[in-house]
């Protein structure tokens, strides 16, 4: 008797923001191809849930329309500065 294939879970990578430098373009982690803030036009990704806190956005879960891969995106909220 064979055994079936194991069933893979969907991988959710994350990304710091505070960690990219330049104008915030990252490739994908499991494909690399380059996912830039500039794209409004989700040919190479999808905006799958927004996460607010406080008026403010706290996370971004996309979603790459090459691999499907799930990216969540966190590094958002404005850390207070200090004097």
């Known amino acids: 008797m064979m055994k079936k294939p194991a069933v893979k ?3 959710t990578y994350t990304i710091d923001l505070t ?6 373009a990252f490739p994908c982690p499991k494909c690399g ?3 830039s803030p500039d794209d409004e036009t989700e040919e190479t990704y999808t905006i ?3 996460k607010v806190k406080n008026d403010e956005l706290a ?5 790459c329309n090459n691999c499907r891969s799930k990216i969540r995106l966190i590094g958002f909220l404005s850390q207070p500065k200090e004097s």
Not at 19 to 24: E, H, P, Y
Not at 59 to 63: A, K, P, Q, S, V
Request: no cysteine.
């Open 48 to 50: 799958v849930e927004t």
């Open 9 to 11: 879970k969907d991988m």
């Open 33 to 35: 191809v380059i996912i």
């Open 19 to 24: 960690t990219i430098d330049g104008d915030g």
């Open 59 to 63: 996370e971004l879960i996309l979603m």
